[in-house]
């Protein structure tokens, strides 16, 4: 299993990554997907879970937010 720092490393080098926001999105899509099989991230918001997994959800938020910001600049780049 990965890391969470293995993941974080990962994350950084799809930000930098010279492609298209479509590749990007899926690239980050793919982390969140491993992070949900692997460290077991509930599909809903979980406190107790949260509370013992702090730097889990602090990472798998980070890249939703990222992840997210790619969709949108995909769906505006179409407007």
């Avoid at 969140?32 to 990472?59: G, Q």
Wanted: hydrophobic fraction near 40%; glycine fraction near 0%; charge should be positive.
């Amino acid at each position: 299993m990965l890391s969470l720092s293995m993941i974080n490393k990962q994350y950084e080098e799809v930000l930098l990554l010279k492609t298209t926001h479509a590749i990007k999105f899926l690239k980050l899509s793919h982390l969140l997907t491993y992070m949900r099989k692997n460290y077991f991230v509930p599909p809903i918001e979980n406190e107790k879970w949260e509370a013992e997994n702090r730097k889990v959800i602090a990472l798998y938020r980070k890249i939703i937010i990222s992840r997210n910001s790619y969709k949108s600049q995909k769906l505006m780049a179409y407007s």
